[in-house]
């Protein structure tokens, strides 16, 4: 773990100018963000916005076609392996293997992370303690539900003790009792002085989680928010101006539509051009009602 002073001191994550295409299809048209230590972040956006994308190439699973990246200090295209060793990764709707037990599992996970069996222990001790599901530890993960993967999942990507992790859609096909369990180990984690980097395309987790949330929109960042700093103006609305969404095609917005929207690619955005607080990032900072200046810089 990081100690608690690092947080807010560096990034943790920077990129600038990420482009990813797959074939004529644009995913990243020039990601830049920046998070630092110690934030737990949300990449918030429409379905097919480029989150997954920007996860994979920030956690060295694909390399983008231009620009650059660094996490915890190290290039993911250069050295991809060496991000993979720093981090926690937990992709979207990813399972523990349908042959082993949760604690096969995680002896399997611990020497891969060069981890000594007596850590290994402890930790999954401590995990399945804090997620509640010590009695399942030795039922086949097949036999476990949903949930209960996914918790063996995030105990897998905090294994080995990272001082950064990625989460793709961390509380999709939960109930709302182990969301809330979640929510609250990734919350403890980041109080740790540790970098949470999420992405979701579901707004009320993003405006309930998040220190600062990123709205992206197909493959830009076009602002950031602070959800605690927002005031009256609620994130869906702050959403749904960003994506350009034809909200005259939803119902009712009020009753948190917002998931899956459309986006109009020349409609109601602003993107690029509000002030850029930092002059840095090269991208629009949104208003911050919150502590200070959102200038991506610190907490
Ligand atoms: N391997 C691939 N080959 C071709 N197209 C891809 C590939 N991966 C992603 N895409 C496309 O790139 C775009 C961005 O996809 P990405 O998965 O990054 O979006 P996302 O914001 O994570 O979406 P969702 O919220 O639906 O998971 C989409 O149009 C998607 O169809």
């Given at each position: 773990m990081a100690p608690a002073g690092d947080a807010g001191d560096v990034n943790a994550i920077t990129t600038e100018g990420l482009r990813k295409s797959y074939g004529d299809l644009t995913a990243l048209a020039g990601l830049t963000l920046d998070v630092p230590a110690g934030e737990l972040f949300g990449l918030l956006g429409p379905n097919g916005a480029g989150k997954s994308t920007t996860i994979r190439i920030l956690t060295g699973?694909?390399?983008?076609?231009?620009?650059?990246?660094?996490?915890?200090?190290?290039?993911?295209?250069?050295?991809?392996?060496?991000?993979?060793?720093?981090?926690?990764?937990?992709?979207?709707?990813?399972?523990?293997?349908?042959?082993?037990?949760?604690?096969?599992?995680?002896?399997?996970?611990?020497?891969?992370?060069?981890?000594?069996?007596?850590?290994?222990?402890?930790?999954?001790?401590?995990?399945?303690?804090?997620?509640?599901y010590g009695a399942k530890l030795d039922t086949m993960n097949t036999d476990l539900s949903r949930g209960q993967q996914q918790k063996v999942m995030i105990t897998a990507a905090f294994l080995h003790d990272p001082d950064l992790v990625f989460i793709d859609e961390?509380?999709?096909?939960?109930?709302?009792?182990?969301?809330?369990?979640?929510?609250r180990v990734l919350r403890d984690y980041r109080d740790d002085g540790n970098t949470v980097f999420l992405s979701t395309h579901d707004i009320?987790?993003?405006?309930?989680?998040?220190?600062?949330?990123?709205?992206?929109?197909?493959?830009?960042?076009?602002?950031?928010?602070?959800?605690?700093?927002?005031?009256?103006?609620r994130l869906l609305d702050v959403f749904l101006r960003e994506?350009?969404?034809?909200?005259?095609?939803?119902?009712?917005?009020?009753?948190?539509?917002?998931?899956?929207?459309?986006?109009?690619?020349?409609?109601?955005?602003?993107?690029?051009?509000?002030?850029?607080?930092?002059?840095?990032?090269?991208?629009?900072?949104?208003?911050?009602a919150g502590p200070g200046p959102d200038t991506g810089a610190g907490r």
């Open positions: 699973q694909l390399r983008p076609d231009a620009g650059t990246a660094s996490v915890l200090g190290v290039d993911p295209v250069d050295d991809p392996v060496g991000v993979r060793e720093r981090v926690g990764v937990l992709p979207e709707q990813e399972s523990p293997p349908s042959f082993m037990t949760p604690r096969e599992y995680f002896d399997f996970v611990g020497s891969v992370r060069d981890l000594d069996a007596e850590t290994v222990d402890a930790r999954v001790e401590t995990w399945a303690d804090r997620l509640g961390p509380l999709a096909n939960l109930d709302p009792i182990v969301q809330e369990t979640v929510k009320d987790v993003a405006a309930d989680l998040c220190d600062r949330v990123g709205i992206v929109r197909e493959g830009e960042l076009v602002t950031t928010r602070r959800p605690a700093g927002l005031g009256e103006e994506v350009g969404a034809d909200t005259d095609a939803l119902d009712d917005a009020s009753g948190g539509a917002g998931a899956g929207v459309e986006t109009g690619a020349d409609e109601g955005s602003d993107a690029g051009e509000g002030s850029d607080a930092d002059g840095a990032t090269g991208h629009t900072e949104g208003t911050d």
